[in-house]
């Protein structure tokens, strides 16, 4: 019976030109013995890779997409270098695969087919955002992106304060970049003035800014989060 592979999960990046930075030892002993990768994006994948430096020629890589466009149907394919005997990584566009990130279903199928996980150190922009931000961690949810239609997005900006202060429970969510302007104007809009936001931008980057601050004082402030990475949390202060 043929031994199965490793699955890694393989953080990348989050800001440009970080890796020196963020990206640790282990990672970097482990990727030159990975020849089959899923990725969420092939572009951003193999520039990672080249950018840790490692001696790695690209082309001999074995990469294939793994995205939200990706049917459950198709991922035992996908994955059966495991099955094989190979080793493999996942990497995801930006931070730490499976966490907000379709990686996740490799995982599933990694369990499923008794293939052992192994996750590395590495940057994720929600558990940055969620340490600076002042809010509690013992309590806290993700929920990923907001809905697209302002009346559904300003009933989910209510029921997130809501329970941000009725459960003590931190809330942590994000927009597509080029959407984050309009989320914050409906923030400023539908939160109450006392209530406190938390905002992380461009986490680890050379202009990377996470101020926390009530939603009055938001009012009296304008700032740009066109087009960049950004963490949103709502929450209530720990003194």
């Known amino acids: 019976m043929t031994k199965k592979g490793k699955l890694y999960l393989i953080p990348?990046?989050?800001?440009?030109?970080?890796?020196?930075?963020?990206?640790?030892?282990?990672?970097?002993?482990?990727?030159?013995?990975?020849?089959?990768?899923?990725?969420?994006?092939?572009?951003?994948?193999?520039?990672?890779?080249?950018?840790?430096?490692?001696?790695?020629?690209?082309?001999?890589?074995?990469?294939?997409?793994?995205?939200?466009?990706?049917?459950?149907?198709?991922?035992?394919?996908?994955?059966?270098?495991?099955?094989?005997?190979?080793?493999?990584?996942?990497?995801?566009?930006?931070?730490c695969p499976g966490i907000a990130d379709p990686g996740a279903v490799a995982v599933d199928f990694a369990h499923r087919n008794g293939i052992q996980v192994v996750p590395l150190t590495g940057p994720s922009s929600m558990f940055l955002a969620l340490m600076a931000s002042g809010f509690s961690g013992q309590s806290f949810a993700f929920h990923g992106y907001l809905p697209i239609d302002k009346k559904s997005k300003v009933e989910a900006i209510k029921n997130l304060e809501q329970e941000a202060l009725r459960l003590r429970r931190t809330q942590i969510f994000m927009e597509t970049p080029f959407r984050n302007n309009a989320l914050l104007d409906d923030l400023k809009a539908n939160l109450q003035p006392t209530t406190k936001l938390c905002i992380a931008k461009n986490i680890t980057g050379s202009d990377e800014m996470i101020v926390t601050q009530t939603i009055d004082d938001w009012k009296k402030q304008k700032i740009d989060l066109h087009k960049i990475p950004t963490v949103f949390l709502i929450g209530e202060s720990q003194g």
């Open 12 to 95: 990348s990046i989050l800001a440009e030109d970080t890796a020196d930075k963020v990206i640790t030892p282990q990672v970097k002993e482990v990727l030159p013995h990975i020849k089959h990768f899923a990725v969420e994006n092939l572009r951003t994948a193999r520039r990672f890779i080249s950018s840790l430096r490692l001696g790695i020629t690209i082309e001999e890589l074995q990469m294939e997409i793994l995205d939200k466009k990706t049917k459950p149907h198709q991922v035992g394919q996908l994955l059966k270098p495991l099955m094989d005997g190979h080793d493999m990584g996942v990497i995801s566009e930006a931070g």
